[in-house]
């Protein structure tokens, strides 16, 4: 539907625009649902007013865009507050994707417990990916935290006998490390029981899981890509501080 209609861009649409202070009403939001439905041809998750220049934020196929309340054009890309500097949109997809963390199925997750294992996260990572080796790498500075690290080989048929062979070696956390960190390629079997990886794929796929490292946190935030170790700490301090 939005996919067809709105491809996605590279070039981001920055409106560094200051807020208004107009209210939503339900109404306003109901005939803006009902006109960008009519266009795109399909459901709208999410209509709210965006707080800038009258603009509304629609939410629809894992993507934000914005229009005015006539509908007069759809806007695809980033909103920055023009005060703050803050990106808008990031803050706001964040919020739209995130999950409950207790829904994870943890068990089918290569678990890493440092420290006293206080601050948990979990990633969805292919073990052919250049920034999951970054991401490995740099998370293995931290303490006190668990790691659930779901295998999710979506890049080629050898992320998959990859992710099978680390599965199925005694201890899975190290044999991941070996390859991520040190380089170190699985030499073990693939022919246990690897349901889990397949399992994974499948939860990976539900959440809307397009790339890889996608990263969530206890509160169930997420963040697509390799961010830097400073950001990861300072987002489990949050969680960690509620």
């Given amino acids: 539907m939005l996919k067809k209609l709105l491809p996605r861009t590279t070039g981001a649409l920055a409106l ?7 209210l939503p009403t339900a109404a306003d939001e109901a005939s803006v649902r009902k006109a960008v439905e009519a266009k795109l041809g399909g459901k709208v998750d999410s ?12 939410y629809a196929d894992g993507q934000i865009l914005y229009t005015d309340d006539k509908v007069s054009a759809l806007m695809i890309g980033t ?3 023009g005060k703050t500097m803050k990106n808008v949109t990031s803050e706001r997809m964040q919020k739209l994707t995130a999950i409950k963390f207790s829904d994870l199925p943890l068990e089918l997750a290569v678990k890493q417990v440092r420290g006293d294992g206080k601050r948990v996260f979990a990633t969805f990572e292919d073990p052919n990916c250049g920034y999951c080796k970054k991401l490995a790498k740099d998370i293995a500075k931290l303490d006190n935290v668990t790691i659930y690290t779901f295998l999710y080989p979506i890049l080629s048929p050898d992320s998959l006998e990859k992710s099978k062979q680390i599965w199925c070696a005694s201890d899975k956390a190290k044999a991941w490390n070996d390859w991520m960190v040190d380089g170190k390629t699985p030499g073990g079997k693939s022919d246990c029981d690897t349901t889990a990886v397949q399992k994974t794929v499948e939860t990976g796929r539900k959440l809307a899981i397009n790339g890889t490292p996608t ?15 400073a950001k990861i700490e300072q987002k489990l301090a949050q969680t960690a501080a509620r």
């Fill in 215 to 229: 990263i969530f946190f206890a509160d169930g935030e997420r963040i697509p890509g390799a961010v830097p170790v």
């Fill in 16 to 22: 560094a625009l200051a807020a208004t202070l107009s």
């Fill in 79 to 81: 909103l920055i507050d």
């Fill in 47 to 58: 209509v709210v007013k965006a707080g800038y220049l009258g603009l509304y934020e629609i």
